[in-house]
Each structure stands twice: as structure tokens, then as C-alpha cells.
């Protein structure tokens, strides 16, 4: 390989590290949309732990938190959910997200996984 090729890809390796490490350093989340709703916030262990009616709401894990991504994403296509975890104001599940219009969301879910409200502008990101 000649040096001038060598050099243009090493340039461009470096200027991709570069941006992607600019952009962790922002503090970007990765969201959970339909094509990752596997996905968990990088920032979601920052998050939660809102208080409220003496419950303290705790980020879910496995399945409880895809299941409650499923029927989130389900109800609200195209839509990214930030974080999901308990409700400690009345619902059993909350989900965090933005919808598909750019609109902030909280949606609350009962036991059984079904959505009960969707409350407009609220959350914390």
C-alpha cells in the first residue's frame, strides 16, 4: 500500500475516533426505539430514583423493562423511549420517551403491561 493511501486512512480513523468520542463526551443517550428496543440508556443509572407517595422509583431490567418498551413502542410507533422503571405516583410501570413528533411523553402502565395514560411534556431526560 502506498504512503498516500496510508496516510488518508489513517486520517480518517483518527477524524471518526475523534467524533465519536465528541459525542460520548456530550452526553448523548442511546435510545430504545423499534429497531433497538433492546437498548438502555447510557445515562439511565444517572436517572430515576424520583420520589414521590414514600415509593422510590427504580430503573427496570429484563423482563419487565422489554416488555414494557414493547407495549410502549407498540402504542407509539416511531417513538424513543429513554428509560422505563416503577411509578411512584399511581401507575405500576412508567416509560420516558419522545414521540415520533419530537414531543416529550411519560406513559404509565399497569400490572399487566397495558397502557393506562399518556401524559404530555412531561419527564426528565
Do not use: C, W
Request: glycine share 12%.
Amino acid at each position: 500500500m502506498n504512503t498516500v493511501r496510508k496516510v488518508a486512512m489513517n486520517s480518517a480513523l483518527v477524524a471518526g475516533l475523534v467524533g465519536g468520542g465528541a459525542y460520548l463526551a456530550m452526553g448523548y443517550p442511546v435510545i430504545a426505539s423499534s429497531t433497538n428496543a433492546g437498548s438502555q440508556s447510557s445515562t439511565d443509572s444517572a436517572k430515576g430514583s424520583h420520589q414521590a407517595n414514600g415509593i422510590t422509583e427504580k430503573l427496570l431490567t429484563g423482563s419487565a423493562a422489554t416488555r414494557v418498551r414493547s407495549a410502549v413502542l407498540a402504542a407509539n410507533p416511531g417513538a424513543a423511549v429513554h428509560r422505563v422503571e416503577n411509578d411512584a405516583e399511581g401507575a405500576v410501570y412508567e416509560a420516558h420517551i419522545t414521540k415520533a413528533d419530537g414531543s416529550l411523553a411519560t406513559v404509565k402502565l399497569d400490572a399487566s403491561f397495558n397502557i393506562t395514560a399518556t401524559e404530555a411534556g412531561r419527564g426528565r431526560y
